[in-house]
């Protein structure tokens, strides 16, 4: 998470544990002991430019993302392994994404 966090959220960064001993403010976690689990990252309006990463799909218990009102460019990449992914929010046309649906069809 913090490779993850350091390359996608530059200058949004906050120390530590993205969970523990509290979440970071774009970071919402399970409550789970004794290790919380990232379940929603938002990162919307944080000005945020390039890619979509990958390493998004490493995280097993991500519900959603929200990546509105940034300056992305590319496709959404392959986060089939996110198995609990169900919305990705990324301020375009159709920009709710159920992940779910395209799970049944592929």
Known sequence: M???ASSFASGHVQGGDPCLP???SWVQCTA???QPRVVSIDL???NLMGS???ELAALPCLAQIRLDNNM???AIPDLSAASNLSI???GRPC???LVSIFSLLF
Do not use: D, E
Request: overall charge positive; charged content about 10%; proline content about 17%.
């Open 32 to 34: 789970s002991k004794p």
């Open 72 to 74: 992305l460019t590319g």
């Open 52 to 54: 979509i990463p990958p």
């Open 95 to 97: 920009a709710i994404v």
């Open 44 to 46: 919307s309006g944080k």
């Open 88 to 90: 990705i929010s990324r």
């Open 2 to 4: 913090h490779a993850l």
């Open 22 to 24: 509290s979440p970071w």
